[in-house]
């Protein structure tokens, strides 16, 4: 048995569920997207009873900056799904038994358009996404445009689409906006959508959500027995100013592991690391695990599935202010080629592109890649600025070839897809998606 709080925004319970077997470790990872102050750090606040927006800007201007992260149970008792978050105190009285049923780890991806990296990053490890539409507002604005152009080009196939804030708006205004976003979604082939409303004030909305992410969201155990493969979201300095020397501590990483499983001690590399842009070589960066813990447990393994942090014996000057953000890590030598130049295929998302004036541009200069451009590509949680050399022109107008160099040296492997953003109007804009192909790689010290 395990206490647990049950968090009803109202109250706290304490309770006690069953079955915390192996499955505790199996968790799911869940994205949020949506429009800056459409409710998703909100949400994830009525679900977890957690604030993710930590830092100090964060709570002075209400957005999120930084990736939000937090962990969940999922209960059920008597059909009723409900969320929990844990208690290490054990004096708690307990008064109701519930049934584990799922583990949750949200990730929380800003809305704001100048955030669209991060956004990127935080959707590129999870299993499934949640998409928020404030129902007080007009859908089909510039910023939900990105996050659903972002949507299209993950893998992620299966969305739960949660209409915000029914309190504000009238029922004839949420039925309109519930059809158009029915007609909008659905003609976006390949994916599954599931629509619920939702307001903070009324939390008995969220058991039938719940349920929804614990029956359509996987976390398929078959990759754990594949090669290691994990994604850097973040990376932190835990030592405090003015700390005794003998007592700093290695830099910690949050990672989100892909494939494959990994234990403490066991030795890791990770690469580019350290760059010499003089040079144009790179050196990595080999370290081993002192711990590899959560938001609730300290683990000697784990599998994949979920966010967690690992204290490294690295220098914390590598490691603070997410320095390793966008470096690749894995087994020793199992690690892909570290990229200066880069050719890919690439494909623009023509029927998706938005403009001011709420039209559909189909052919438009905004919408080519030039020579001397520059772009920005997205790898995972990787982001990385590159001009381009040359453009390669095939017979469909619609697939062409560039050849890039990139000012930050990207770790990937080939025939991997990645999305590709544009300057238009001062602001990066999703333009398309591409397959990576070929490259020049740089040498290792």
Same mark, same amino acid.
């Given at each position: 048995?395990?206490?647990?709080?049950?968090?009803?925004?109202?109250?706290?319970?304490?309770?006690?569920?069953?079955?915390?077997?192996?499955?505790?470790?199996?968790?799911?990872?869940?994205?949020?997207?949506?429009?800056?102050?459409?409710?998703?750090?909100?949400?994830?606040?009525?679900?977890?009873?957690?604030?993710?927006?930590?830092?100090?800007?964060?709570?002075?201007?209400?957005?999120?900056?930084?990736?939000?992260?937090?962990?969940?149970?999922?209960?059920?008792?008597?059909?009723?799904?409900?969320?929990?978050?844990?208690?290490?105190?054990?004096?708690?009285?307990?008064?109701?038994?519930?049934?584990?049923?799922?583990?949750?780890?949200?990730?929380?991806?800003?809305?704001?358009?100048?955030?669209?990296?991060?956004?990127?990053?935080?959707?590129?490890?999870a299993n499934g996404v949640l998409f928020f539409i404030d129902s007080s507002s007009y859908f089909q604005k510039k910023q939900t445009f990105e996050h659903i152009k972002a949507l299209v080009l993950s893998p992620i196939k299966k969305v739960v689409i949660i209409q915000t804030k029914i309190d504000l708006a009238d029922t004839n205004k949420i039925m309109y906006q519930y059809i158009q976003l029915k007609n909008f979604f659905y003609s976006l082939k390949g994916f599954r959508f599931q629509f619920f409303p939702f307001s903070f004030l009324l939390p008995l909305h969220l058991s039938p959500i719940l349920k929804k992410i614990c029956k359509l969201f996987n976390n398929s155990m078959e990759r754990r027995y594949k090669e290691f493969d994990t994604v850097i979201i973040r990376s932190f300095n835990?030592?405090?100013?003015?700390?005794?020397?003998?007592?700093?501590?290695?830099?910690?990483?949050?990672?989100?592991?892909?494939?494959?499983?990994?234990?403490?001690?066991?030795?890791?590399?990770?690469?580019?690391?350290?760059?010499?842009?003089?040079?144009?070589?790179?050196?990595?960066?080999?370290?081993?695990?002192?711990?590899?813990?959560? $938001?609730?447990?300290?683990? *000697?393994?784990?599998?994949?599935? %979920?966010? &967690?942090?690992? !204290?490294?014996? #690295?220098?914390?000057?590598?490691?603070?202010?997410?320095?390793?953000?966008?470096?690749? $890590?894995?087994?020793?030598? *199992?690690?892909?080629?570290?990229? %200066?130049? &880069?050719?890919? !295929?690439?494909? #623009?998302?023509?029927?998706?592109?938005?403009?001011?004036?709420?039209?559909?541009?189909?052919?438009?200069?905004?919408?080519?890649?030039?020579?001397?451009?520059?772009? &920005?590509?997205?790898?995972?949680?990787?982001?990385?600025?590159?001009?381009?050399?040359?453009?390669?022109?095939?017979?469909?107008?619609?697939?062409?070839?560039?050849?890039?160099?990139?000012?930050?040296? &990207?770790?990937?492997?080939?025939?991997?897809?990645?999305?590709?953003?544009?300057?238009?109007?001062?602001?990066?804009?999703?333009?398309?998606?591409?397959?990576?192909?070929?490259?020049?790689?740089?040498?290792?010290?």
């Amino acid at each position: 048995m395990l206490s647990v709080y049950f968090c009803n925004n109202h109250s706290v319970i304490p309770v006690v569920i069953f079955q915390p077997t192996i499955s505790l470790g199996i968790k799911k990872n869940i994205g949020t997207l949506g429009n800056v102050s459409h409710g998703k750090t909100t949400f994830i606040y009525s679900v977890t009873g957690i604030r993710t927006n930590k830092f100090k800007n964060e709570l002075l201007q209400n957005i999120t900056v930084k990736l939000g992260y937090c962990d969940c149970f999922i209960l059920k008792r008597h059909g009723n799904f409900l969320s929990s978050y844990i208690t290490t105190n054990k004096s708690l009285n307990v008064t109701k038994y519930y049934l584990f049923t799922n583990r949750i780890s949200f990730i929380d991806c800003p809305g704001h358009d100048l955030l669209l990296s991060t956004m990127l990053g935080g959707i590129s490890v999870a299993n499934g996404v949640l998409f928020f539409i404030d129902s007080s507002s007009y859908f089909q604005k510039k910023q939900t445009f990105e996050h659903i152009k972002a949507l299209v080009l993950s893998p992620i196939k299966k969305v739960v689409i949660i209409q915000t804030k029914i309190d504000l708006a009238d029922t004839n205004k949420i039925m309109y906006q519930y059809i158009q976003l029915k007609n909008f979604f659905y003609s976006l082939k390949g994916f599954r959508f599931q629509f619920f409303p939702f307001s903070f004030l009324l939390p008995l909305h969220l058991s039938p959500i719940l349920k929804k992410i614990c029956k359509l969201f996987n976390n398929s155990m078959e990759r754990r027995y594949k090669e290691f493969d994990t994604v850097i979201i973040r990376s932190f300095n835990i030592n405090k100013p003015g700390r005794n020397t003998r007592d700093i501590l290695g830099g910690v990483i949050g990672v989100c592991i892909i494939s494959g499983n990994i234990s403490i001690n066991k030795n890791i590399e990770i690469r580019p690391g350290i760059v010499n842009y003089e040079k144009l070589t790179y050196k990595p960066i080999i370290t081993k695990f002192s711990n590899i813990s959560d $938001m609730v447990y300290k683990y *000697n393994s784990v599998i994949p599935g %979920g966010l &967690l942090s690992l !204290k490294t014996n #690295i220098s914390y000057q590598y490691s603070k202010g997410d320095l390793l953000v966008g470096n690749t $890590m894995g087994c020793i030598g *199992n690690l892909p080629h570290v990229y %200066g130049y &880069l050719k890919i !295929k690439y494909k #623009i998302l023509q029927k998706l592109y938005y403009s001011e004036n709420r039209h559909i541009i189909h052919h438009s200069n905004e919408l080519t890649v030039t020579k001397n451009e520059i772009l &920005l590509i997205h790898y995972n949680s990787t982001s990385a600025n590159c001009l381009v050399i040359k453009v390669i022109v095939f017979q469909k107008k619609s697939k062409s070839a560039i050849l890039l160099k990139l000012y930050t040296p &990207l770790c990937c492997n080939m025939n991997k897809k990645i999305a590709i953003s544009k300057l238009i109007n001062n602001k990066w804009n999703l333009l398309g998606w591409a397959v990576t192909n070929s490259g020049i790689t740089l040498e290792q010290e």
